[in-house]
């Protein structure tokens, strides 16, 4: 790992000093940082020697005088900079594992590193953390953190995650009490393991730790074609049962602290719930709410947006299964709009296996033998099947070969949780 820049921010001090990008940080005042939470604490000096390695393999000293919260405009390609801390699980329902050989290194890694956790919302064990660790989480006060929970029962928490330190999440737990670190728990339910009255537990155990506990996500396990042990999906009949233990949980403690995912409701065929049930959408990057949160930024956008546009706009939006009833309904309302003609195309994960329907997995071949002869020249995606930073989607084809491929424009939607870039392609 390094701490290479990916990209500079516009009216930076960086910019400024002409920092290129692919540049790498090797100090800041003498000293490397591991991380982006040193680096965030180097910078609070107002008097700075920043040590530079340019993309040439020339080195720099820039010496910086700037304000006490003054940003430098750094944008690394990791948070972490010096080695990750790896995931010693083998969890039965990883999805590193189950993936084709062949795609990009990067995809193989498997990260349990508590500082991508507070920096990124990335979901973390607790099964390797170090006195150091805890003693640095502990002095900075690292949080919130989001919590790999699955299940509070000891015997079953080693089996599902397979390493024996997985039975001591409570005196972790506890640990975090202790230091007032704020949490947010996952559940990724498995049927016939931490579902029925083992997730009830879990919830209960949880709820011993509300002081610090800030939301509770429920989601359901990812299947690929390429799952080499035999894993029972989420039935419809699973999906409901696991919405209406949830929310007699919530009316038991009389809080709406717990929420399943998008995917149980569709799953059930229930209809989504409305903005309150989310309650802020603390764990939106986990699907818990992304379907109401963008519906509901449509509806005040389309309220407001104009009945025609002078010239005509023809465009094809991809979309993952999950969300397509979502997009078939954008659709509906944009059409009516003069001179404009959408057409919504739903990828289905070839690539992964149809148990797979979410954005972030949609692959360039997917695109590519699914839009072929079948769409605009003008093709919204979004940025969440790109690798960040990048033009390369996860089977490790770019941009440029799509485009190419199905001759098309690719426009990317960068917020994946508002409408507000679909609207300005169509009326700027």
Request: charged residues 30%; proline residues 4%; contains cysteine.
């Amino acid at each position: 790992m390094s701490c290479k820049i990916a990209a500079i921010e516009d009216g930076s001090i960086a910019q400024e000093l002409c920092i290129m990008q692919g540049s790498e940080l090797i100090s800041i005042n003498g000293t490397k940082p591991r991380d982006y939470i040193d680096y965030k604490y180097m910078t609070l000096e107002e008097k700075l020697d920043i040590e530079i390695k340019t993309p040439n393999g020339e080195i720099e000293i820039l010496k910086i005088e700037k304000d006490y919260d003054e940003e430098l405009g750094f944008v690394f390609e990791s948070a972490i900079f010096d080695n990750i801390k790896h995931c010693s699980n083998n969890c039965i329902f990883c999805f590193v594992d189950q993936q084709p050989e062949g795609l990009r290194e990067s995809l193989y890694i498997k990260d349990d590193d508590y500082r991508l956790s507070y920096l990124q919302g990335t979901y973390v064990t607790l099964t390797n953390l170090t006195k150091k660790d805890k003693e640095r989480i502990a002095s900075n006060h690292l949080g919130p953190l989001y919590i790999s929970v699955h299940t509070t029962n000891p015997e079953l928490r080693v089996r599902m995650l397979r390493n024996k330190n997985a039975a001591n999440l409570l005196k972790e737990l506890n640990f975090l009490k202790e230091n007032e670190i704020p949490i947010h728990a996952q559940i990724v339910l498995c049927p016939s393991y931490n579902d029925g009255d083992e997730l009830k537990r879990t919830l209960d155990d949880l709820w011993k730790y509300k002081k610090i506990l800030c939301s509770i996500a429920v989601v359901p396990l990812g299947l690929t074609k390429y799952r080499k042990e035999k894993l029972e999906p989420v039935s419809k009949e699973k999906a409901i049962e696991t919405i209406d233990i949830i929310e007699n949980f919530n009316k038991k403690i009389k809080k709406n602290i717990a929420n399943v995912s998008d995917e149980f409701f569709l799953i059930a065929q229930k209809e989504l719930p409305p903005k309150s049930y989310y309650k802020g959408y603390p764990q939106l990057d986990d699907g818990v709410g992304a379907l109401r949160f963008i519906i509901d930024d449509f509806n005040k956008r389309i309220k407001k947006a104009g009945k025609s546009i002078k010239i005509k706009k023809e465009f094809t939006i991809a979309c993952s299964i999950s969300a397509k009833n979502t997009f078939f309904m954008f659709a509906e309302e944009l059409n009516k709009i003069k001179n404009v003609k959408v057409d919504i195309k739903p990828i289905k994960s070839d690539f992964w296996g149809n148990d797979v329907n979410v954005a972030g997995l949609i692959t360039a071949i997917d695109l590519i033998n699914q839009l072929k002869d079948n769409c605009f020249r003008d093709v919204l995606i979004p940025s969440i099947v790109l690798r960040p930073y990048t033009e390369e989607f996860l089977d490790g084809l770019c941009i440029g070969d799509v485009e190419k491929e199905l001759n098309v424009k690719l426009h990317i939607v960068k917020d994946i949780y508002s409408t507000k870039e679909i609207f300005d392609f169509i009326f700027n």
